[in-house]
């Protein structure tokens, strides 16, 4: 009876083994082993590139500091021009110019011509000398007053024009005195007030129409005009008499 026992066991025991010989990783092959060495290369390659622009970026940030340095240092420098240099290289120095307490601006129209201009805080730039840098000119102060007071003049000419336009408006001579001998000496208002009438036209004027008597005096103006009727034609039937 323990014969079939032990051999249950010994059949056991071999699937385990077997379990575990299966989980465990199979020796790689040649092309493995290529990849690998080859992953391994690139990985080598990028971190040594890596480091040398770790490198490159401290000894220019290096640099800069020094040049900002001596910049701040000479006095009869306000500001300073840097040759064009990439987006990572402009960086580093407005970061360094900041660190010093000085003022930078990029200038340039595409990416390989932009450059930097550092400057004092107590030479800072005005807005019309950074406009002239972002066309692209050269900025001279004398022709930027010039063209300030050719501005403040045009806008002194500006303001003045309504008045000069006022002005010229307003006649010299009066028109009554230069046409007068077309419309007369006397306006077209007064001459209606002194307006007398012409009466062979038939044109009587309203104030010669105003009836100004009164009623009773209107009635006996027509009962004496009757009786005058009568009178003159004795043959003529007399009519009832108005009351």
């Not at 011509?113 to 030479?123: G, T």
């Not at 010039?146 to 045009?154: D, H, V």
Request: charge should be positive; hydrophobic fraction near 30%; charged fraction near 40%.
């Amino acid at each position: 009876m323990r014969k079939p026992v032990r051999s249950s066991y010994l059949f056991k025991m071999a699937d385990l083994l077997g379990s575990i010989l299966n989980s465990m990783e199979k020796p790689p092959t040649v092309g493995d082993q290529e990849s690998r060495r080859k992953a391994r290369e690139q990985a080598a390659r990028f971190k040594k590139m890596e480091e040398l622009e770790k490198r490159k970026k401290a000894e220019f940030r290096k640099k800069m500091e020094k040049e900002v340095s001596d910049f701040i240092q000479d006095s009869s420098q306000q500001k300073r021009k840097y040759n064009p240099m990439g987006k990572i290289e402009r960086s580093i120095l407005h970061d360094v110019a900041e660190v010093a307490g000085l003022t930078s601006f990029s200038f340039g129209e595409d990416e390989e011509s932009r450059y930097v201009m550092l400057f004092k805080k107590e030479f800072a730039p005005s807005d019309e000398e950074l406009e002239a840098y972002r066309k692209g000119e050269k900025w001279d102060p004398k022709v930027a007053e010039q063209r300030r007071r050719l501005k403040e003049q045009a806008v002194l000419e500006e303001a003045a024009s309504p008045q000069t336009e006022k002005t010229q408006a307003c006649p010299n001579s009066n028109y009554r005195d230069k046409y007068s001998h077309l419309i007369g000496t006397s306006a077209a208002k007064d001459a209606a007030h002194t307006l007398e009438a012409n009466r062979t036209y038939g044109c009587v004027p309203v104030a010669n129409k105003r009836d100004t008597r009164s009623i009773e005096e209107a009635m006996n103006e027509i009962r004496a005009k009757k009786r005058q009727k009568r009178e003159d034609d004795p043959g003529a039937p007399s009519g009832g008499a108005c009351s």
